[in-house]
Every structure is written in C-alpha cells, then in structure tokens.
C-alpha cells in the first residue's frame, strides 16, 4: 500500500519515526478503500431494491434489518482501534519525549515570520543567547538576538536556510513573530504550527543526507529539488513564497558548516569594530 500511496504522491520517508506515521496513514487509506466500495455497492443494492418497478407501492414500514446499524458500529470501532492503538502511541512519543541537548540532540530554534524562517543556531557553546523584542530590525536582526549576552557572542542566524546533520536527534523550538504559521518538512514526516506567544518543541531523525536524496530523485518529476519547508497554514497575501530549505549533512560536512559560519561570524565583528573607529 505504501508503495501505491508514494505513486500517488507521498513522499518517500527519510526520518526515523515515518515509518510508523506511514503505517496511519496506510491503514486509513485501506479503510476508506473499503468504505468506498462497500457504500458504493450498499447505495447500488438500494437502486435495485427499492426501485419503483420492484416497488410499485409504498411500504411505509421499510427496512426492518439491523445489519447497516452492525456495520456502522464496526467501522466505528476499527476507527477507534486505529486511533487508540496506532495514531495516540505516535503522537504521545512525539510530545512527550523531546530530546535536549543532554541527550545529544542537535537544538535550533525556528522563528517564523511573514513571510521567513528565522533559524537561530547557539554556536560553538552550545547555549542560546538571550534575545528582546526591542532590539528587532528586519534587516539585521530579525530575531532581536541580544550581542551584549556573552552567551550570544558565537550565536548565528541563516533566513530560510537550515542545515542539520543525519543520524543525529534533531530538536526545533518553534515561534512565530506575527501570526500562526505552520512548520512542514513532508519527507520527515513533520508539521506543526508555530504560534505567537508560544515556544513549541518539535523533534527528529534523518536517515539520509541531501545528496543521497537527490540520488533517488533522479529520473524523477521533483529530479534537481532537495527538502523544501513549507508553511502549511495560510498566514497572509505573501503566504505562497513563504519557502525554505532544509540541507542534511553528513556529520563531518555539517561540523565544517558550522566552522565557515564561526568565521564569517568573527569577520563581521572585525568589520563591525573597523565601523566604529573614528578617525
């Protein structure tokens, strides 16, 4: 079944958990099959049965059987059993053992924006510094980021661009600036909203690199596109180029990453202390 979902245009699954997401959504869709059929066959037998030629008088008592009544309740039931017994597990892991720092998880904070994400990274230091919301200026510090926090001093931001490395926990804390967005990375398996006023832990897991997934997309229709984020809450007249990118690597190319930004970090506060010498 996944495979006929992914002809249909699933995304193939490139995270840990989305396997059993996948499973959901293909027992679902195995239901509704059935449901499909079965009332389509059930609203025919209902033509034929209850046609005026096999009925050319009214019979004001009707159907006396109780077998529609049995199956509804079944169908309830097999729903029941698949949201109680698959889809609850799912969620309940993913909300309530958030990984941190401490465990290993990679943490990168996610501020979104009409109509950007904002990817704040903590540096060498592991540690995020302290941000105000007076200190915002769109153009060089959209998220208020406060440089007099020694914790702030080797923080860095990217606007739509965010890098992690595979095999490695993934945690993204989740804000939004102005109005509800929604964070979705459909190969991962990913979505949730980003709410003003609230900080909501997400997590995963990458099991392939952005170069091993352009691999497999060769000969494809998405052949040349790596991961995307997208926003899947309509947030404003701007909200259709509100697009990001999502680049996994491996781990001793994501640690490199980190390195050349260090840099480009020091070089900006070198020029910054050239712009304030006065001669």
Not at 81 to 100: C, E, K, Y
Not at 118 to 125: A, E, K, L, T, W
């Amino acid at each position: 079944m996944l495979d006929i979902l992914q002809k249909l245009g699933l995304p193939i699954n490139v995270s840990v958990h989305g396997g059993e997401i996948d499973e959901v959504i293909s027992l679902f869709h195995w239901l509704m099959l059935f449901l499909f059929i079965g009332w389509g066959l059930f609203f025919l037998y209902t033509l034929y049965r209850f046609s005026a030629s096999r009925n050319p008088k009214a019979d004001y008592a009707g159907v006396k059987s109780h077998v529609s009544s049995g199956l509804e309740v079944a169908v309830a039931l097999i729903e029941f059993v698949i949201l109680i017994g698959f889809a609850l597990p799912i969620w309940a892991n993913r909300v309530n053992d958030v990984p941190n720092k401490a465990d290993g998880a990679e943490e990168i904070r996610v501020v979104a924006q009409q109509y950007a994400w904002n990817i704040h990274y903590p540096g060498n230091d592991g540690i995020f510094g302290a941000r105000d919301v007076n200190l915002v200026d769109e153009e060089s510090n959209p998220i208020g980021l406060d440089k007099s926090d020694p914790n702030a001093a080797d923080d860095f931001t990217t606007i739509n661009q965010l890098h992690i490395p595979v095999n490695k926990q993934i945690r993204i804390d989740l804000s939004s600036k102005d109005v509800i967005h929604s964070f979705f990375l459909p190969e991962f398996r990913v979505k949730q909203d980003a709410i003003p006023g609230m900080s909501i832990p997400l997590w995963f897991e990458a099991t392939m690199t952005s170069e091993d997934y352009l691999e497999t997309l060769v000969g494809s229709a998405r052949e040349g596109k790596g991961f995307e984020i997208a926003c899947a809450q309509l947030c404003g007249l701007g909200h259709y180029r509100m697009q990001g990118f999502l680049t996994v690597h491996s781990e001793e190319d994501y640690t490199a990453w980190l390195d050349e930004q260090a840099q480009l970090l020091l070089e900006e506060d070198d020029e910054d202390e050239w712009g304030d010498d006065d001669w």
